[in-house]
Structures are given as structure tokens and as C-alpha cells.
């Protein structure tokens, strides 16, 4: 132990990292010192400060790493540059808007989040934290290691700071996922398994990174890249080692066959959480995986392809077909997660400069897509009808059912339209930001010579499609059980004496009921909540992300495009 | 009057103006939603007015009106803009069309619903659907084109799913699934294009993509990916499956714009894209499209024959149509094309008028079925009148402007293929049934006691009907305005797929 000299650290360079993650720590203090009543509101200012800070800081760092192309932090184990910003900058800003919508409550005062998560479902001592209407405000410094472990992940530039980072993010998602409010043994479920599939993929990940060791003798991402380049007679250790790292990166990503998760921590993970989680960690692993094969393994290429090529097919396929066949919201919507790992994996197979544009591009759309459909998700809810005198019962968890979104287009016209926005990026409907993703992923496929993914791709597509204009039918050309069938009902308009008044996007949502198509002698009907607003504001900058960047997306392209590479 | 007025610009701007103006109506004014959707169609036509007076007719082969402006400079697009007299043509053949769409919307969601609230969206998209069509035939970047080509496709899907009849789920989630499929493979030969071009900020110029060097085998796999997309859009045998059940099921007024004038787009990028673009290629495909341009003219026919459902029947005669216009497109004569580039703007009057009336028909009965019709002539003369005349045109009766056209496209197709001219003369043998059979069943014969107090056509139905049987007598005894609009065109493009021209009445055969 002689002669150890502490490194200069460029802290300027790490301030998004270190303003997150130092919020989280205070964060923590908080919870320990801070009065009850008082806690939501301190935790919610410190996190949205955090995250708004460290987009701020993005934007302060952005002129000099334009400049000097990037530079490394703490001797070589996090690469400040380009691609990390724009990386950075994509997840400090939804960071920032899932915040908005797990903050957000209804006007009963209810979050998304269990009472207390600790507590056995059904059993008395959950049931007394929910009518002493506890709050948990512990979500917040979670969201903050998350986002911090989410910073650390892409700029990475050692493999061991990539492995502590990918335990950081996920250590608290895994927690955050079981804390749903209702159904909270599928949410307990979906963390479960959540936590035991990621642990096996971070024990492959880790004996893929001590294989690699055992090949290069180095863990950082240069000397790695040159071992690679230097034929040694070992490739078969160095293959088997590529391979169980990208597995762990495929399985953040979702990637078949590394998708199972997906769509049950979909589903039972707290909504605004599935936002979180679809867009952000989505950006910071895609951010990780795209690193890795463009400069550590790129002289692996032709070894590595065939793998990727099939991940990136199937991923397209199994994401597509098994959207199709989903009756629940937030499956359908954790499948298409899937197919779209798949597209952007087409834009990263590519490898070429405009691949790392394209995807990058890519992640920001998407994430914005993502965050703004789960957000309405949490808002649209079941309620009870009591029968006694018609009066509107209470407020109960999302209508994710398909079926209970029929009508919602006649009901609630801006929300259903905002909605009906988001499906058409995913979709890939040109003026929408998901069509310039999608172009840009598809070109630079076919710019480096895989145009059959791109092919596949569209088929994909257009298959796609089918899913998400079903929806669309279902909000707006579907009425109640009793008007369907008909070619235009008059009762449609009968309970909504309001259609004609468009909520605005300031006051929360009007909350208008429909009978559920399915169940139209049932006594649970649908509504649209209304909360405090947060999460109609987050929306909001959503859907205008979704516009500006379908109509208008010169500016963006151009600033990614003028950062677009990667340090050695 | 100058001539850097952006003409073309503003024939799109004014309609999504009007659309957005529609859509914020506060409350107390929606009452006047139908007026001011009229007004804004009426500015749109006045301003179409305005750029066929800027436009020099005199070299209506050259593009012009033309603006162009960076858009997404990284990925190589551009905002251009510009017509040649085909283009003009069919931009001025849509704004006429959507006034009138507009005035036979008047009653035709009224009588649907209690809510005339419902009649203001439905105006909102026709005048969205506007801009769209305009900027379709406009464009001369193939990105915007593509774009534009499939955003179109929303407001469409929405006004056939939400107004149309009682299938209308079915119908518009085909007709978007068909497009989308079509559209996304084209997107694929979009990208490879611009690959093969020079790249640069301005690589999706058509100019620029224009007479590049391709290698055989790719430029045949382009073209069939663009033109599987224009042939479902067309729609052509054998897929043209969506047409029947959008049309059946779409309020009458979007039948129009989606027959009369959305499905030209398919028809117009063959001709203004698959035969510059990929001039060697076409000329490989030719024969096969020539066939199957004439099972579609003759199995369209056939199938308008057979339906029992008045809307369906002028859906298969446009699949006929649609026919006749490939088969001149690729039949590479300077005749045959001029032909077809007229045939579409006559197409888009006389189904329009068809379908139009027979929205009027279908409202005042509450049925599609032919068979709850009969005898109406005597019940509703001027009404008959008007189908009658609409009917003609259809069949391409002498002194008619569909005459002229569908003469021009046989005679120039018998230049080069006199086979093909005479077995496509079977359509037009075929339209006479259809057409004098729909309307011997519809309006003689004995009437149903129930139809006796038919309304006939009051002022507003006949001031939406009279201006497209106007045009199409003018054209039909004057076609020298329309023809010079679009004939120099048609010798540009065969210049570009590099065929020297047969004459019309020399008789010789393929080259």
C-alpha cells in the first residue's frame, strides 16, 4: 500500500453526477430529520432542484466538451463526452417530468405508492397506515440514486464502475417497483422478479467482466479495446466474455431473450414508476450497450453480429406479436418497449456516426412518448357507482383493461387525443417525433449495409401499428355497450354535457364517466381523475417534446449530431 | 401580382389555419362552424385562382411556383414546393372539389346526430385533409413527399372511423393498415435513394435524385417498393380490397376526397416519381403493369356489375378508372400519358359528383341498397337529371371531358400496344352497364309506394353538384385550357424514362 496518489478529479466535469447523487444523500437526512408534514413538499423541492440542476449543468458543460470532444474523469473511469451529455441531458429531463408525475396526487390526497410498503398485503397493519393516510416520501431519494446510478452507467469507462453503476440504478428500482398502491401482490410479484432475474443477469454480467479481465488483464474500456485488436490465441475467453456483457446490458434493455420482465414489472410496478423506469433506464442502458460496442469491442464486430442481428429480429418480433394478444394496458405498452429495444438495436448494429445520432435520438423521443402514455395511464381510473342514488362512488386504481378505455375519446377529448399522439409516435406516423427516430435508426441500418433489420423493421412496424390503432378505435370510435353497433349513438353525447368543453392543460382533468363497454351492468365505471396537476403539466411537456421534435427536429439532430462521438 | 407571392405555401397554410380556427370555435360561435368552414374552402379556391394566374401556362412542363427552404438539413431534407401543369392541375381539381364537399356536409352529419358540434370536427379534418392534399402534389423532396404521403392517412382514418356507417372501425382500420404497409416498404426505398444519391443537406430534392446511376437490380427493387405503395393507394388489382369497404362505409363527402382525390396521389407518384426516378426499371415493369392495368380495368368493372350497394358500385368503377390512368401512364406514349394526367382531374370531378349524389340519395332513403330504390325518376326529375348527366360522365359519354380522356389514353395506347387498347375497350363497353343499369334500377320501373314523397334536389345540393357537371361540359367541349396544362409534362416524362415517343395514328409496333 505505497505510494498511492489520489487522483485530480475534474469535479466540474462529474457535477450532474455529483449534484444527483448528493441530493440523494440529503435526501436520505431529510426522512431522518425533517417533520412529517413537511416532508413531501422538502423531498419533492430537493429532487426536482437535483434534476433540474444537473440538466442545467449538462447545458454548462455542453459548450466545452463540443469543443475539446470530451475528457476523462477520474483517471479514465468516467468518460465525459459527447454522447454522455446528450445521455445525461435525456435523463436529468425525464428524470425531471417522472418526477412531476410520482409526485402528483389526487384530490383524495392518494400518490401512486403504498402506505407502507412493508406491511402484508390485506393484513390490519396496512390497512391502519392507509386510513392514518401515511405517506411514504422515502421514493424520492430512491428516484435520485436510481437517476445517479442511470448518470454513472453510460460514462462509465471501466468495466467495474459500469457494474457498481448498473447496481445502483437498479437497487432501488427493484424497491420502488413493489411499492404500488393497489394490486399489491402483483406489484410485490413484479419486484420479485424483477430483483432475482436482474441479479442473475449482474452475476453473468460479472463473470462476463471477469473473463474479459482474465483475457485483456485491464478493466478499463481503451486497453480492452486494444487487447481486442492484438490476436492472442485465448479469443474464445474474450468471446464467451463480450457475450455475457452485452447479456447483462440486453437485459436492462429488454432484449429477447432477456425480456421477460418486462411486461409483468410493467404492469405491476407503480405507474408513474413504469414511466421512470421505461424511459431512463432504457436511455442509460442503450447509452451503456452503444459505448461498449462502438469502442470496446468494435474489432469484435463480425464475431458479434450474428448475435446481435438475431437479438435485434427476435427482440422486433416477440415484442410485436406478443403486443397483439395483450388485454392490459401496461403490458401492451411493456411489449412495445420491447419492439422498440429491437428498433434501436437496428440503429446501433449499424455502426456508423449516424448510428450513434440516430439512437440517441431515438432515446429522447421515446422516453418522451413513454413517460407521457404512463403518466395518462395513472390517470385514467375505476371508480365504483353506487347505486343507491346514482351518487359517483370512490376513486379506485387505473382501468388499465383495455376495454375500459372504450369511449374515452368522446369523454375526454384532449386527453384521449394527447394519448392518441403518444401511440402514433410509438407507431411511427410521420409529423410525430417517433417517425424521425424511427428514419433515422432505419437509415443508418441501411447505410451500414443491414438493410434486412431495417426490412424487418418496418414488417415490424406496420404489424405494430395494428396495436396501437387499436386503441386509438377503442377510445374514439367505440361508445358505450349500449350506442355500439349503431352507427352513431345520440346517447353517446347524453352523459357528457361538458364534451364540448376541452379540459386545459392547467387544471387537472374533468372527470367524466363512461360505462365500461364489457361490463355495462357492472358497477365499475371509468374516469379521468383529477389531481393536483403535476402530472397533467408533465404530460403536457411531453406531448409538445412529441411535437416539436416530429415537426421541427432540426435543431436537436444537429446539436447531437455536432457531439456525436465517442472518446477512445 | 408577383410571382414570388409563395402561391403554394399559402394554399396550405390558409386550410390548417382554418382547421385550427374550427377546432378553438369558441362555444357561442359553433353555430357558424359550417360557414366559416365554407369561407376558408372559398379563400383556399380564390388563392388556387391566384397561382393559375401566376403560373405560366406557356411552360407548364417546367416546375414552378417553386420555394424551397432548408427543413431538417442533417438528414437531408428540405421544404420544396412547386407544380408543373400536371401538379396545378390536380391541386386545383381538390380545392374545387372541397367547397362542395363542404356545402353537401351541410346536412349529411346533421341528420346522423343531435349534436351539430360533431359536424365542426368533421369540417376541421376535411380543411386538415386540404392542406394535405395540396402539399402531396406539391412537394419536390421525396422525404416531404413520404411524409406527407402517410401523415395523410390520420385525418383520413379518423373521418372514416368516426363518421362513417356501421362498420366504419373495419373500414378505416383497413384502409390505415393497407396504406401503412404500402407506405412503410416505400419507406425503405426512400432511404436506400437517398443513399444512393449524393447526400448533402439538399439530398432529398426530386431534382437531385433524378437521373442517378443505379444499379440495375436495385433500382428494380426501388421501384417495385414505391410502386407497390402508389398501387395499393391507387388502388389496383389485386390490392385494391380496402377501397370498396372505406368508400362503402365513409360519410359520402370523405368518399369523394378519398376516391376523387386521395387515391390520385398513388396514380401521381407513379407519374411524377416511379417513372423519373426509375426510368430503366420502369420500363422492365411496364408490361406486367400493363396487364395488370387491364384486369383491374375489367374486374373492377365486372364486380361494379354485381353490387347491391350503391356505394360500392362507384368504389369498383374507380378501380376500373384507376385502370385506364396506369395503363396510360405506362403505356409511354405522349398521348396516353396527357391522357391520364386529364383523366385524373375528370376522375376526381365524376366521381365526385357520383358521390355526392348518391350521399343525397342514400340520406333521403337511410339505405345504401340499390334495390330500396325505383322509380324516383318521375318523384325527383331534376335529381335524376343531375345522376344522369354525373352517370354520363362516368361512362365517358362523347362531349364530356371523361371523353376526352379516356379517348386520349386509348388512342395512345394504341400507338404501342394496340392489344392492350382493344381488350381495355371492353371497360368502357362494361361502364355502360354498370352506369345505365344503376340508374334504370334507381330512378324507373315502378316506385316504392314509400319513396313517393322524396324531396328533390334543393339549392344547396344542386349549387354542390353544378359547378363539377360545368367543368365537365366546358372541358368536355373546350379541353385546349386543360390539355395544354398537361401535355407538355407528358413529353418531359417520357423524355425521362428515355422512350421516343409513337404518334398517335401511326401504327407501329413496341420498341
Given at each position: 500500500m505505497s505510494g498511492f496518489t489520489a487522483p485530480t478529479i475534474d469535479w466540474g466535469a462529474l457535477s450532474p453526477v455529483v449534484i444527483v447523487l448528493g441530493a440523494a444523500i440529503i435526501g436520505v437526512l431529510v426522512e431522518a430529520f425533517v417533520p412529517a408534514r413537511a416532508r413531501r413538499n422538502a423531498q419533492l423541492a430537493l429532487s426536482l432542484l437535483a434534476t433540474i440542476g444537473a440538466l442545467v449543468a449538462v447545458v454548462l458543460l455542453w459548450p466545452g466538451v463540443e469543443e475539446s470532444g470530451g475528457t476523462t474523469v477520474l483517471g479514465g473511469s468516467v468518460l465525459v463526452d459527447g454522447p454522455t451529455l446528450v445521455l445525461w441531458g435525456s435523463i436529468a429531463l425525464f428524470a425531471v417530468i417522472s418526477l412531476l408525475i410520482i409526485a402528483d396526487r389526487t384530490e383524495?390526497?392518494?400518490?401512486?405508492?403504498?402506505?407502507?410498503?412493508?406491511?402484508?398485503?390485506?393484513?390490519d397493519y396496512e390497512d391502519v397506515a392507509r386510513r392514518k393516510g401515511i405517506h411514504q416520501t422515502e421514493i424520492y431519494p430512491l428516484v435520485l440514486f436510481a437517476t445517479g446510478g442511470m448518470l454513472v452507467f453510460p460514462a462509465a469507462g471501466d468495466l467495474l464502475t459500469l457494474f457498481v453503476a448498473l447496481e445502483v440504478l437498479s437497487l432501488p428500482l427493484y424497491l420502488l417497483a413493489g411499492?404500488?398502491?393497489?394490486r399489491r401482490l402483483l406489484s410485490q410479484e413484479a419486484s420479485m422478479k424483477y430483483f432475482l432475474l436482474g441479479a442473475f443477469a449482474s452475476a453473468l454480467f460479472l463473470f462476463g467482466i471477469a473473463l474479459i479481465y482474465g483475457y485483456s488483464g485491464s478493466l478499463r474500456y481503451a486497453d480492452i479495446a486494444t487487447a481486442t485488436g492484438t490476436p492472442s490465441g485465448m479469443e474464445s475467453v474474450l468471446l464467451v466474455g463480450s457475450v455475457l456483457i452485452l447479456a447483462g446490458l440486453l437485459f436492462k434493455v429488454g432484449a429477447v431473450p432477456f425480456h421477460t420482465w418486462t411486461p409483468d414489472v410493467y404492469q405491476g410496478a407503480p405507474t408513474p414508476i413504469t414511466g421512470f423506469m421505461g424511459a431512463c433506464t432504457k436511455i442509460a442502458a442503450f447509452g451503456a450497450l452503444l459505448r461498449i460496442v462502438y469502442t470496446v469491442f468494435p474489432d469484435l464486430q463480425w464475431d458479434l453480429a450474428a448475435i446481435l442481428w438475431t437479438v435485434a429480429i427476435l427482440t422486433m418480433v416477440v415484442g410485436t406479436v406478443g403486443a397483439l394478444v395483450q388485454s392490459d394496458m401496461k403490458r401492451v405498452l411493456g411489449y412495445s418497449s420491447i419492439a422498440h429495444s429491437g428498433f434501436i438495436l437496428t440503429g446501433i448494429i449499424a455502426l456508423n456516426q449516424a448510428g450513434i445520432t440516430a439512437v440517441l435520438f431515438y432515446l429522447l423521443v421515446y422516453g418522451a412518448a413513454t413517460v407521457g402514455a404512463f403518466g395518462i395511464v395513472w390517470l385514467v381510473r375505476e371508480r365504483t357507482r353506487?347505486?343507491?342514488?346514482g351518487s359517483p362512488g370512490p376513486i379506485l386504481g387505473e382501468a388499465t383493461h383495455l376495454s375500459q378505455w372504450a369511449g374515452l375519446g368522446r369523454t375526454n377529448p384532449l386527453l384521449a387525443l394527447t394519448f392518441a399522439l403518444f401511440l402514433l409516435s410509438f407507431a411511427g406516423i410521420p409529423l410525430t417525433a417517433g417517425f424521425i427516430g424511427k428514419f433515422g435508426v432505419f437509415s443508418a441500418a441501411v447505410d451500414g449495409g443491414a438493410w434486412p433489420l431495417a426490412l424487418i423493421g418496418v414488417l415490424a412496424s406496420s404489424a405494430a401499428a395494428f396495436f396501437y390503432v387499436r386503441i386509438i378505435v377503442l377510445m374514439f370510435f367505440t361508445g358505450s355497450a349500449s350506442a355500439d353497433g349503431e352507427p352513431t349513438g345520440t346517447d353517446v353525447y347524453v352523459p357528457a354535457g361538458d364534451v364540448s368543453a376541452p379540459i386545459s392543460a392547467g387544471d387537472g382533468a374533468v372527470a367524466v364517466e363512461t360505462v365500461v363497454e364489457t361490463e355495462a351492468r357492472s358497477t365499475i365505471t371509468t374516469t379521468v381523475v383529477k389531481t393536483e396537476g403535476l402530472a397533467v403539466a408533465a404530460i403536457a411537456i411531453c406531448a409538445l417534446l412529441t411535437i416539436v421534435m416530429g415537426i421541427a427536429p432540426s435543431p436537436v439532430i444537429e446539436a447531437i449530431q455536432g457531439v456525436a462521438s465517442f472518446l477512445p | 401580382m408577383s410571382s414570388s407571392f409563395p402561391w403554394l405555401t399559402a394554399l396550405i397554410v390558409v386550410p390548417v389555419l382554418g382547421a385550427v380556427l374550427l377546432w378553438a370555435l369558441p362555444a357561442g360561435l359553433r353555430k357558424h362552424a359550417r360557414s366559416v368552414a365554407l369561407a376558408v374552402a372559398v379563400v383556399v379556391l380564390a388563392l388556387g385562382v391566384g397561382a393559375l394566374l401566376a403560373f405560366d401556362t406557356d411552360a407548364s412542363q417546367a416546375i414552378q411556383l417553386y420555394e424551397q427552404h432548408a427543413w431538417i438539413p442533417a438528414l437531408g431534407v428540405s421544404y420544396a414546393v412547386g407544380v408543373d401543369g400536371v401538379g396545378l392541375a390536380l391541386v386545383l381539381m381538390s380545392i374545387v372539389l372541397v367547397p362542395l364537399v363542404v356545402l353537401a356536409a351541410w346536412r349529411e352529419q346533421d341528420s346522423l346526430t343531435v349534436a351539430t358540434d360533431r359536424l365542426r370536427r368533421y369540417l376541421a379534418l376535411i380543411l386538415l385533409l386540404e392542406a394535405f392534399i395540396v402539399a402531396v402534389f406539391s412537394a419536390r423532396d421525396v422525404f416531404l413527399f413520404y411524409v406527407l404521403f402517410e401523415a395523410m392517412l390520420v385525418p383520413v382514418y379518423f373521418m372514416i372511423g368516426m363518421f362513417g356507417g356501421a362498420l366504419r372501425r373495419y373500414a378505416a382500420v383497413k384502409f390505415l393498415l393497407y396504406s401503412l404497409a404500402g407506405g412503410l416498404i416505400m419507406l425503405i426505398a426512400v432511404i436506400a435513394l437517398y443513399l444512393q444519391g449524393d447526400g448533402g443537406p439538399e439530398g432529398f430534392l426530386t431534382a437531385n435524385l433524378t437521373g442517378l446511376d443505379i444499379a440495375p437490380t436495385t433500382e428494380k427493387l426501388l421501384f417495385l417498393a414505391f410502386f407497390l405503395a402508389f398501387a395499393i393507394k391507387a388502388p389496383m388489382f389485386p390490392v385494391h380490397t380496402w377501397l370498396p369497404d372505406a368508400a362503402q362505409q365513409a360519410p359520402a363527402g370523405t368518399s369523394t376526397l378519398l376516391v376523387g382525390v386521395l387515391d390520385k396521389v398513388g396514380t401521381f407518384g407513379m407519374l411524377t416519381l416511379c417513372l423519373p426516378l426509375f426510368p430503366d426499371a420502369s420500363r422492365w415493369a411496364a408490361p406486367v403493369i400493363i396487364v395488370l392495368a387491364l384486369v383491374s380495368i375489367i374486374y373492377g368493372a365486372a364486380l361494379a356489375i354485381g353490387q347491391k350497394d350503391i356505394m360500392r358500385l362507384i368504389a369498383y368503377t374507380s378501380v376500373s378508372h384507376f385502370g385506364f390512368i396506369v395503363l396510360g401512364i405506362f403505356a409511354f406514349t405522349s398521348t396516353s400519358i396527357a391522357g391520364s394526367s386529364f383523366y385524373m382531374v375528370n376522375h376526381g370531378l365524376s366521381t365526385g359528383a357520383m358521390f355526392l349524389l348518391a350521399g343525397f340519395l342514400v340520406a333521403r332513403r337511410g339505405t345504401q341498397e340499390i334495390s330500396a330504390f325505383g322509380g324516383l325518376q318521375k318523384i325527383v326529375p331534376v335529381f335524376a337529371g343531375f345522376f344522369l348527366v354525373a352517370g354520363l360522365s362516368v361512362l365517358s359519354l362523347p362531349g364530356l371531358s371523361t371523353f376526352i380522356s379516356e379517348f386520349l389514353v386509348i388512342v395512345g395506347t394504341f400507338a404501342r400496344h394496340p392489344a392492350a387498347a382493344i381488350v381495355s375497350t371492353v371497360g368502357v363497353v362494361l361502364a355502360a352497364i354498370y352506369i345505365l343499369w344503376l340508374y334504370q334500377r334507381v330512378f324507373t320501373g315502378p316506385a316504392p309506394a314509400d319513396l313517393e314523397g322524396t324531396a328533390d334536389l334543393r339549392a344547396r345540393e344542386r349549387w354542390a353538384i353544378a359547378p363539377l357537371l360545368l367543368l365537365m361540359l366546358i372541358f368536355g367541349f373546350v379541353p385546349r385550357p386543360a390539355l395544354d396544362l398537361v401535355s407538355p409534362p407528358a413529353s418531359v416524362t417520357l423524355e425521362q424514362v428515355g422512350v421516343t415517343d409513337v404518334p398517335a395514328g401511326t401504327d407501329e409496333g413496341s420498341n
Open positions: 383524495t390526497g392518494e400518490d401512486a405508492f403504498a402506505p407502507n410498503a412493508a406491511a402484508v398485503p390485506g393484513s411499492m404500488a398502491r393497489r353506487q347505486s343507491a342514488d | -
